[in-house]
């Protein structure tokens, strides 16, 4: 299969292309070169700005294009329009933002309401999805994941977990422990998005996981077992959190406030289609062993702009002083 990605340097894209290149495809990137300029020796390279001029696409043709970059509809597009040939099977990654709201309490599937307009990154991958519709019927996947985990997350909004429990000590424990959770592997994530393209199968799927319900409990334990750590959990509820002025989901990851009318239920997507369609899970140990094995290895997530600054040691400890004080004085 000749496949074309676009980026595929930095995280799902970078995971991507060494899955493709281990199951013999033929891979040409596109991209600005920025980052990664030494992966991947002697696969094409075409450099460009998707924003820019695209004539180096002109008299290409592909089997399959993977799309992990597009964040507007014209650049999504751009690229189409710049191919002019027919795309057998386009896999874009959408995000499960696309969605218009997450009501606490409930789960939700790919046929609830998406984000109206054009404002803001959610919306933004919604009209990606439609621009797709319209150029290619049929021939398009639209991957939406939610909370992406492994090696080379540029984010660290997983990755905090598996560092904090390496580090030992008293550790705070966000919210109700029976909540539910929802991260996908990215090295699962990849692999399945590549047979999506090799089965030219095309859809809508939330791309979440684990297979079965994953609660915080449930995940902190995973943390305790892949790692050997004997460290002790105080957990706080959400009420004592937010009075503490934790940030949900940037300082405290994987932490939203249950009872939030907008994002309460947003760790709570369906993934039937997407597992009817072949997505399986590793163990969350072999995930929580490699975020932090890579961090070990690299010093962790570099400077981006969607790297989040999670608790630091001396915030969580006075977190978790005002909380004491907090239950004392009641």
Same mark, same amino acid.
């Given at each position: 299969?000749?496949?074309?990605?676009?980026?595929?340097?930095?995280?799902?894209?970078?995971?991507?292309?060494?899955?493709?290149?281990?199951?013999?495809?033929?891979?040409?990137?596109?991209?600005?070169?920025?980052?990664?300029?030494?992966?991947?020796?002697?696969?094409?390279?075409?450099?460009?700005?998707?924003?820019?001029?695209?004539?180096?696409?002109?008299?290409?043709?592909?089997?399959?294009?993977?799309?992990?970059?597009?964040?507007?509809?014209?650049?999504?597009?751009?690229?189409?329009?710049?191919?002019?040939?027919?795309?057998?099977?386009?896999?874009?990654?959408?995000?499960?933002?696309?969605?218009?709201?997450?009501?606490?309490?409930?789960?939700?599937?790919?046929?609830?309401?998406? &984000?109206?307009?054009? %404002?803001?990154?959610? =919306? +933004?991958? !919604?009209?990606?999805? /439609?621009?797709?519709?319209?150029?290619?019927?049929?021939?398009?996947?639209?991957?939406?994941?939610?909370?992406?985990?492994?090696?080379?997350?540029?984010?660290?909004?997983?990755?905090?977990?598996?560092?904090?429990?390496?580090?030992?000590?008293?550790?705070?424990?966000?919210?109700?422990?029976?909540?539910?959770?929802?991260?996908?592997?990215?090295?699962?994530?990849?692999?399945?998005?590549?047979?999506?393209?090799?089965?030219?199968?095309?859809?809508?799927?939330?791309?979440?996981?684990?297979?079965?319900?994953?609660?915080?409990?449930?995940?902190?334990?995973?943390?305790?077992?892949?790692?050997?750590?004997?460290? &002790?959990?105080?957990? %706080?509820?959400?009420? =004592? +959190?937010? !009075?503490?002025?934790? /940030?949900?989901?940037?300082?405290?990851?994987?932490?939203?406030?249950?009872?939030?009318?907008?994002?309460?239920?947003?760790?709570?997507?369906?993934?039937?289609?997407?597992?009817?369609?072949?997505?399986?899970?590793?163990?969350?140990?072999?995930?929580?062993?490699?975020?932090?094995?890579?961090?070990?290895?690299?010093?962790?997530?570099?400077?981006?702009?969607?790297?989040?600054?999670?608790?630091?040691?001396?915030?969580?400890?006075?977190?978790?002083?005002?909380?004491?004080?907090?239950?004392?004085?009641?």
């Amino acid at each position: 299969m000749r496949l074309l990605v676009l980026g595929g340097t930095v995280f799902l894209g970078r995971h991507l292309v060494e899955a493709a290149l281990a199951r013999g495809h033929a891979v040409t990137l596109l991209n600005r070169g920025k980052h990664g300029p030494d992966l991947f020796p002697g696969v094409e390279r075409l450099r460009c700005d998707r924003d820019g001029d695209l004539s180096a696409l002109h008299g290409r043709s592909f089997d399959a294009v993977f799309d992990p970059s597009g964040y507007r509809p014209g650049q999504v597009r751009a690229v189409i329009e710049a191919l002019r040939r027919p795309i057998p099977h386009y896999t874009f990654v959408s995000s499960i933002s696309a969605y218009r709201r997450f009501p606490p309490g409930r789960s939700y599937d790919e046929d609830s309401p998406l &984000r109206e307009g054009s %404002a803001g990154y959610g =919306a +933004l991958k !919604a009209r990606c999805e /439609e621009a797709l519709d319209a150029a290619l019927p049929g021939r398009c996947a639209c991957v939406r994941p939610g909370l992406i985990a492994g090696p080379c997350d540029p984010s660290d909004r997983f990755t905090y977990w598996p560092r904090r429990f390496a580090q030992g000590g008293e550790i705070l424990a966000p919210g109700r422990p029976e909540r539910p959770v929802q991260f996908i592997d990215v090295r699962d994530l990849a692999e399945w998005c590549l047979r999506l393209a090799e089965a030219r199968r095309a859809g809508r799927f939330n791309a979440v996981g684990p297979g079965s319900r994953l609660t915080m409990e449930g995940f902190l334990d995973a943390c305790r077992r892949a790692l050997g750590i004997r460290a &002790r959990l105080t957990w %706080a509820d959400d009420a =004592a +959190l937010l !009075a503490a002025g934790v /940030e949900p989901w940037t300082e405290m990851p994987l932490w939203i406030p249950e009872a939030d009318p907008e994002s309460g239920g947003m760790l709570r997507a369906d993934n039937q289609r997407a597992m009817a369609a072949g997505l399986a899970f590793r163990p969350i140990e072999d995930t929580i062993k490699g975020a932090l094995e890579w961090n070990v290895r690299t010093g962790g997530p570099q400077d981006s702009a969607i790297r989040v600054r999670p608790l630091s040691l001396q915030r969580e400890a006075a977190v978790l002083a005002s909380i004491r004080r907090s239950s004392a004085s009641r």
